[in-house]
Each structure stands twice: as C-alpha cells, then as structure tokens.
C-alpha cells in the first residue's frame, strides 16, 4: 500500500470543501421543508375549495398543527 504525503494546507482545503458541502446540503433539507408545507398548503386549500373541510376549536387547531 503506498502512502502519499499531504501537507496541512491539502487537510486545511478540504475540509473547507466539506463545509460548503454541509452548508449546501442543510439548504436542501430547508427546501424540501418547504415544498412540504407548500404541498399541505395547497392540499388543505384544494379540499376548503371542494367544501370538504371541518370546524374545529381552538384546541384541536393547535392539535392538528403541531404535526406540520
């Protein structure tokens, strides 16, 4: 197995590398967040649209949007 020689600016880009790699990944977990909400969204608007929505109280408002 042969070994190669790196110096600490090789380890130093890197990782500098890895971070915005980090950075771009937590950004797709926001997107995906989003466009999670935005599915709801709309899916709860399509059904208020065909009448087929519910009234709740305050309780079970908060209830139903903790699971969002």
Sequence with gaps: M??????????????????????????IDQYLEDLEFARRTEEAYQRHEAGEFIEMDEKGFFEELEKW
């Design 2 to 27: 042969e070994q190669k020689q790196i110096t600490l600016n090789d380890v130093y880009a890197k990782l500098i590398a890895l971070e915005k790699s980090m950075k771009k990944l937590d950004k």
